[in-house]
């Protein structure tokens, strides 16, 4: 499991959907942290330089950030101007229940996911755009009388169709600007995510990817902010908990997640998740 100084699980979210408006104007001190709900980011100023799975993404106001459930991310704040943005958590169970003609709202993060480019950058009348859509689902969570949940969905909805028709528009050769990688690096996070239950040592890893021991620890470290062995264990004891949820029998779950010792999975999801397997998946 990642050592909890540098990443941790931040965040739990009950309701369809939550909205934050936030503004800082001082220096945080932040850790490399992740989701098991699925987020939109909207900034509105600021300098940032947002960290998502190794890949240091360099926003301005009006770009909107997609952040998949699971995937380790962090902000790095420039502290010389305020930074406000307005940041939505969705619920996975909320946006399935919205799927039409084999259509999900969570489309988005599957093909963000897919092209390992998470933001959308588009024209000023886009920008405004959808300044306006939060903006009004803003004000609806914010008023009272009749029909103010059923209005605040409506905006919600609006929101989600509108990402799920820009997102679709592939514009990351155009982007190049906009972020920085080592394409090794994220060649070898997709192959871990990929296979979990194949051999992911350091010394396994560096031969399949034809470098030496010592670098690939480095570079690993020095790009994404923790080693190669905390993200190995992370990404299994995820893959395990989408297991679960799937029905998947808790045991079985441990050996496809590539756990050796049924002993260091139960420890592992313990610390991630604070509940047994059994627990986690009776809540589902």
């Not at 939109?40 to 600021?46: A, D, H, T």
């Not at 690939?216 to 080693?227: A, D, N, Q, V």
């Not at 050996?255 to 047994?276: K, V």
Request: aromatic letters at 12%; hydrophobic letters at 35%.
């Amino acid at each position: 499991m990642l050592d909890r100084s540098e990443v941790g699980k931040r965040g739990y979210l009950k309701e369809n959907f939550r909205l934050f408006h936030l503004r800082d104007s001082r220096a945080q001190k932040l850790e490399y942290h992740y989701h098991e709900f699925d987020k939109v980011i909207l900034l509105l100023s600021g300098k940032v330089t947002y960290v998502v799975e190794g890949k240091s993404y360099f926003l301005k106001p009006g770009d909107i950030l997609l952040v998949r459930h699971n995937m380790i991310h962090l902000p790095e704040i420039d502290p010389s101007e305020p930074y406000e943005r307005m940041v939505l958590w969705l619920g996975e169970d909320y946006l399935e229940q919205h799927k039409r003609d084999g259509e999900s709202l969570s489309d988005c993060f599957a093909l963000t996911h897919e092209r390992s480019f998470h933001l959308l950058r588009g024209s000023s009348e886009m920008r405004k755009k959808y300044l306006a859509l939060f903006q009004s689902l803003e004000e609806a969570l914010q008023q009272e009388g009749f029909g103010q949940g059923l209005l605040a969905d409506t905006y919600f909805l609006q929101l989600l169709i509108h990402l799920n028709r820009d997102i679709r528009e592939d514009r990351t050769a155009e982007l190049t600007e906009t972020y920085r990688f080592d394409p090794k690096i994220e060649e070898i996070m997709r192959y871990v995510e990929s296979n979990p239950a194949e051999d992911l040592s350091v010394e396994a890893i560096s031969r399949r990817f034809f470098l030496s021991r010592y670098y690939l620890m480095h570079r690993f470290k020095e790009i994404s902010g923790y080693t190669l062995h905390q993200y190995v264990n992370q990404k299994r004891i995820q893959y395990a908990g989408e297991l679960l949820k799937k029905g998947t029998a808790v045991m079985k779950a441990s050996e496809m997640a590539g756990f050796g010792e049924y002993s260091t999975f139960l420890r592992a999801f313990q610390n991630t998740y604070h509940m047994s397997p059994r627990e986690f998946q009776g809540q589902m």
